[in-house]
C-alpha cells in the first residue's frame, strides 16, 4: 500500500509515530500503537501508528510523520511511500513479564535498552517499564545487566590511564559545587578525572551549568579525551556526549509522577561512570529535608546496593553519607556559585568555609582509595599553593575559557536584600524554597540570577540583618521572586 | 503571561494538549507535563505542556492547541489567550500512592476516575495508574469504588421496572451472538433487557457490528430508553451512550501491551451493567485457548470476584463457565451471524443448532434468577411459537430497521472453500486463526465478509470435502485471506 507523505512539522521528543487517517487504518486493520514498516528505496524504518480522527489532519491517502521519522527516512512532503505490516518490537513481551513480576534475563534487559534508544518504544510502552521495575523491584543481577546496557548502547570514552577518578552526588542541595573544586585538586595531584556533569531540570543550576560561566561544556567526546590527556582533567556537559542515552529517555516518563525506581537510580549513575571508563568513584549521598534521600535509613540502603554494584562492575565504590539540610556554600545559581568555586581556589577571603570542608573531606577520600594517606592535608596543600587554582586555569583554558577571575563575574543587576524579621539562631533552612526562589529570578537560564547566602545554619542573626540577596536580570522576575518570599520562610529562625 | 494560538489540526484523542516554545517554557520554567491555566475571556481550561524543540511547530509568543482544547474553550487560529500556572491533577499523588503499593480510599478512585473522563491526565499518567492497578492488585473495596465511580461520572439509564436482566460475555470466541437471541427471548417473555453491545476491537464481529446489518444501533439514551418501555428490550452500541467513558481511555493504555488487569476487567463489565440499571445478571466465562480465559482456575478465580462484587452492589450475578474451544454458531462476521440469528429465531432448518443449545442454557439461567423453573422449556416455547422472532422485529422495527429476513441479508461476493486435506474427525479449531481470516477477508467494517463454517469439532470430515467458505467484499481481501490460510490449519483434523 502506498500513502503520500505529510510533514506534521513537531517533533515527538522520541518515539518514532506515523499517523493514518481513520479510514485506511480501518481498511489495514491497524489500531493504536501498532506496529507498522515504511518504505521509502531501500531505506525502512519501523514506527508506532496513531489514527487521526479527522480528514484535516491527515486526509486519506496520506501519512503523518512527525521529524524523528523524516529525519531517519530522509523524507520531504509528499514523497510517496510504502508502508507493511510489522511486529511489535520483542522488548514489549519483556516488559510484560517484568510487570509480571518475573526477573529478566540479560538479553530481555539488553533488547529493552536497545530498543529504547532506538525510539522504538512509545511514552506508553516506556512507562510500563518504568513502572514495572519500580513496584517489581529490580534485583542486584538485573540492575548490573540495566548498568551495562545502558553504557554499552551509548558512546564509551576509553582512556590509557589507571586510576581513573569519579565522583557523583546525589542532588537535591542548593550550591553544593564540589565537582569544580575536586577535580583540579585531583587532576593537580596528577590522577585523570574526567568529569561529566548534568544541566539543571528543577534546580538552581547543575555543575555543567556553573561550569559554562568559565568555560564551554558542549564538547565533542573525542575533544573531552583530548582534554583530559593534557590536563588530567575536564568540567563537560554529559548530555552532548551521548553517554548511556537510554537514562534520558527513562527520566523523561519519570517525571510527571515524580517517581525515582532505585534501580533505575543506581543503573543510572553507574551507567554513566562506566561509560567514562572510572575505576574509582566516590558517591556522596546527603541527606536532610529537600535533599532526594530524606533518611538515614534509606541513604544507608542505597549505599549497600552501590558498593555491591561497585564490586560486581569491578570498580572502586566509596559511598560517604553528608548533611544535607542546609545549601552549601553561599552562592545560588551558575555565576554566584562560579563565583565561590574560583575565590575558593584562590584562597580569596571571601571564600565559602563549608564548601571548602566539604571539598577536603571528599578529597581526602578519593586520596584514600588510590592509596595515598593524609589527603587532607595533600589537598590543603594543592590549594594553598596554587597548584589546584593552576590547574583549574588549564582546564578552562583547553574548554576554549571565557574567564577566570571571579571579579570579572557580571551578577544580575537587579537586587533584593532579605532581611530577618526577628533576632535569634538559625535552626534551619529550607533548601526548596531556596532553590524556587533562585529559580524564580531567572536561575539557570539568566546565569546572572540566583540567591547569595550571608547566613547558615547556626550562625547568630540580629532583627532586620541580611540574610541573603536575590539576584535577578529582569526587575519582573525579581518581583516574582519577592513575591514567593512574601509567602512563606527559608529560615527559621528562634 | 499572553500568547497566540496556533490550531494543530490534530486530536490527540483524549488528553488536553498544548505546547509551548522551547524558549517561552525557559521563560516560565514550565517543563514536559507541567500543568497550566489557558484562560479566554472567562473561560479557562488546564492542560499539560509539552515542549516543541522548533521553531517551525511552534514560534515563539505562540502556544500550539489539539483539537480537544480548541473544542474545550471555543478557539480560533490567531486568539490571543493568557496562560498561569496551574497545580498537577490531585489524582496524580493518588496514583503514585497505588504505585507505592497501597490501597486507595473512595474519594481517591473518585477523583481519578473524575479526572481520567476530563481529559486531565496524560497517556503517561493514565499509564501507571493502569499499572499500579496490574501489579498491586487491587482488592475487591476498591474494584467496587472503581465501579461505581466509572458508573457514576457518566451517564446513567433510569428504567421503572423490575427486574431489569443483564448479560455479559467475556469474550474470544468467534459467532456465539447469543445476546440477539436471548434479547428477543427474554423481552417476549415480559422482562426488560435494555442491552448495550459494542462494537469489535480485535475480532471478526461484535454484537453492536451484527445487530448494524438488521438495525441502527447509534441511539441516544433517550431514544433507548423509550425502545425498552415499548418492546422490553433492545441491542444498541454502548459506545454512543457516554456509559461509564472512563473505561474506554483505560482500555486505550492497557491495549499497547496487552494486559488486562483483573480489577479494570471487573469493573469495566459491572460498571457499564451498572449504569443500564440492571438488576439480574448473567455473566458467560468461556474457556479454552484463543479464549480470554485459558483455564478453569482462572475462570472459576473470576467467578468468585464476581459474584463478591455483585453481591456488594446489591445485584444478582449468576457466572457460568462454558466451552470456549470452538466458535459456536456458523457464521463469523456481521452478514453471517446475523443470517444464523434469523434462522434460529425464524426456525429455519439451517439454524446453528450449537448457537440454539447455548442460548437455551443462558436463557435457563436467566429464567431461574427471576424464579421461573423449567426455564428451557419455556424459552423454546418462546422460540417454537414465533413469539421471540415476532419481538425481534418489533425491536428491529422500534431501532429503525433495515431488514429482518434472512433471505435480504448480503454476503459478500468473491469466496473461496477451504478444502479438507485429509479424512478423520475434527479434533479441534484454532478461534484466533479463524478470526484473523474472517479480519483479513475484510470482517466487520465489511459487513458481508466473513467465514461460513460446514463443520464443528467432532464432525466426520472426508478428504477435499469443504470445511468453511471464506466471503469478501473485495478479490484482493480475498486474496489475502487465502495467503493465511496457506500458511497455518484452522481445523485439526486426525
Known sequence: MRLKIKDMDIATGGPLVAILNKNDALKFDLHHMDRIKIIKGKKVETVAVDIAESDKAVPQGSIGVFEEVINSLGLKNNDKIAIKLARKPLSIEYIKKKLDGFRLAKKEIDQIVWDIVHNKLSAIELTYFVAASYTNVMSIDETIMLTKAMARHGNILKLNRYPVIDKHCIGGIPGNRTTMVLVPIIAAAGFAMPKTSSRSITSPAGTADTMEVLADVTLSMNEMKKIVEKTNGCIVWGGSLNLAPADDK?????????????????????????????????????????????????????????????????????????????????????????????????????????????????????????????????????????????????????????????????????????????????????????????????APNNKGAGIYLYKHVGNKVKRNETLFTIYSESSEKLKYAKEILRQAECFKIK
Not at 572510572?278 to 541513604?299: C, M, Q, V, W, Y
Not at 577571603?349 to 594517606?373: H, N, Q, S
Not at 543587576?413 to 538559625?426: L, N, Y
Open 250 to 442: 527513562i527520566i523523561s516518563v519519570e517525571r510527571p509522577l515524580e517517581i525515582d525506581a532505585e534501580s533505575q537510580l543506581l543503573a543510572s549513575i553507574m551507567a554513566k561512570k562506566y561509560s567514562v571508563s572510572s575505576t574509582h568513584i566516590l558517591i556522596d549521598i546527603p541527606i536532610g529535608n529537600g535533599s532526594k534521600i530524606k533518611n538515614r535509613a534509606e541513604a544507608f540502603h542505597l549505599k549497600k546496593h552501590f558498593e555491591e554494584i561497585g564490586k560486581r562492575l569491578r570498580k572502586h565504590v566509596k559511598v560517604i553519607i553528608t548533611d544535607g539540610r542546609q545549601p552549601i556554600g553561599n552562592g545560588i545559581g551558575p555565576a554566584l556559585e562560579a563565583r565561590d568555586v574560583l575565590w575558593l581556589l584562590k584562597r580569596d577571603a571571601k571564600r565559602p568555609l563549608d564548601l571548602e570542608r566539604k571539598c577536603l573531606l571528599m578529597a581526602a577520600e578519593i586520596f584514600k582509595m588510590v592509596g595515598i594517606e593524609n589527603g587532607k592535608k595533600k589537598a590543603l596543600e594543592l590549594l594553598d599553593s596554587g597548584k589546584a587554582y593552576g590547574k583549574m586555569l588549564e582546564i578552562i583554558k583547553a574548554q576554549h575559557g571565557r574567564l577566570a577571575n571571579p571579579g570579572e563575574i557580571r551578577l544580575g543587576k537587579f537586587t533584593h536584600d532579605a532581611k530577618s524579621s526577628r533576632s535569634g539562631i538559625v535552626r534551619g533552612m529550607d533548601n526548596k524554597l531556596i532553590s524556587r526562589i533562585a529559580r524564580v529570578a531567572g
